[in-house]
Each structure stands twice: as C-alpha cells, then as structure tokens.
C-alpha cells in the first residue's frame, strides 16, 4: 500500500550545525510533497513544499530536495537553531480518484538541537 | 493569512458524553477540511475529509456514527465524539484547504481530549 515513511526517527545535532531529515515514499505517482515541522502539544506547521517537476526548492534556511529515482526527499535545516527542535514530518499530497485530495504523513523524526 | 483555529483547546469529559470540537478557516473559505488523530509520539492519522454542504467521507475503520462531522460552511466544521470512552483520547487535528488540486493544507492548534 502506498506509505511515506522516515530513515530517522530522532536526530541531534549541534546548535549552528545543518541538520538533513530523510524522507522515502513508495507512491511513485505522488506529484506534491510538503514537509511539517510539529512542536510538542501544537498542530503541524508548513515549512516548505516541493512539486514533482522539481528536485530543489529553498526557502529562509530550509532546502527540500527531491530525488524521484530513488523516492526520496529530504530537508535541509542550516545553521540549526534551538527553535528548530520539534518533531519533523514529511507529507504526500495527491489527488485521488474524483478529485479527493488526501495527505498521507510520514512517522516523523524528532529532531533535538544540542546548544 | 491562513489561520485555522480549533476550540477548545483541551476538554476533559466523563465516558459516555458527547463532545463537540469546533474548526474555523479564519481569513479564508475552506471548501475542503480535514479531521485527523494523533497519538503520543505517533504520526497524524486521517480520520475523514469534509467538504462543505456533504457528508463526509470517512477512512476505513473509523466509525461515523462515532465521531459526527458537519461543514456547515466554508468555514466552520466541527468533530463531535459520541459517547466517548477512555481510548478515544487523543490530539485531534483539524486541516483546511481552500479550494484546487494540490492545494497546501493549513493546520489548526489541535485540541486535546481526555475522557475520564
């Protein structure tokens, strides 16, 4: 069935340091992404999205990159920041059948920035 | 722009009441919501999708007779738990789209239930 999981699921990394997060995804006909960053007791927050007919997008210090050979996208935090540390989720976002859209989440990876 | 908000934030009930979660599109017309449940250090799970002015398509083995949504506008749905037990604690989530083919979900606050 169709997934989108994590190769991480906790990642520390210094304070200032970059920090990469991994995504892979088994759908091979999903055409949007979109990563999510979740603080503790808060709902997901956008980041950063990436359509399928790209395989770089860079926003303020985040960079997604997708590889669709492989199936797998990443996202790239520079000079990490304590502020970063929250849970981290990649999505899939397609359109099914009709037009139903749905989103399908990753497992997460938690990611702790070490000051 | 692209606020969603949820009300209230955490409730706590006896088992076997109803509770009623409130989701909003504050600055935009969601023709399209999203209801998901979230799990302590778990991932978000889709409950169902809501488009206004229909009923509400559920993923499979979630029980709508469980868990009553309503989009009685473009900006307002809401989530009610029916007789709610224990296990029906949860983070639930609420999402809003406004309109198109892969268009960017914009998540509310979440609301924590806790069933005694």
């Known amino acids: 069935g169709e997934s989108v999981g994590l190769h991480l699921p906790t990642l520390s990394v210094q304070e200032g340091d970059n920090s990469i997060i991994n995504c892979a995804y088994s759908n091979s006909a999903s055409d949007y992404f979109i990563w999510y960053k979740q603080e503790s007791g808060k709902g997901p927050q956008f980041i950063i999205d990436i359509r399928s007919n790209m395989d770089k997008r860079q926003g303020q210090r985040v960079t997604v990159l997708l590889n669709k050979t492989v199936k797998h996208l990443s996202l790239q935090i520079a000079a990490t920041q304590p502020g970063d540390s929250a849970v981290y989720f990649c999505a899939e976002n397609g359109v099914l059948g009709g037009g139903y859209q749905k989103v399908t989440f990753g497992t997460g990876t938690k990611l702790q920035v070490i000051p | 722009g692209a606020v969603v908000s949820q009300h209230p934030s955490r409730v706590i009930c006896k088992s076997g009441t109803s509770v009623k979660i409130e989701c909003r599109s504050l600055d935009f017309q969601a023709t399209t919501m999203f209801w998901y449940r979230q799990f302590p250090k778990q991932s978000l799970m889709l409950m169902a999708t809501s488009n206004e002015g229909s009923k509400a398509t559920y993923e499979q083995g979630v029980e709508k007779d469980k868990f009553l949504i309503n989009h009685a506008s473009l900006t307002l749905s809401t989530l009610t738990v029916t007789s709610a037990h224990p296990e029906d604690s949860s983070f639930y989530i609420c999402?809003?789209?406004?309109?198109?083919?892969?268009?960017?979900?914009?998540f509310g606050p979440g609301t924590r239930l806790t069933v005694l």
């Open positions: 999402s809003a789209l406004s309109g198109g083919a892969l268009d960017t979900q914009y």
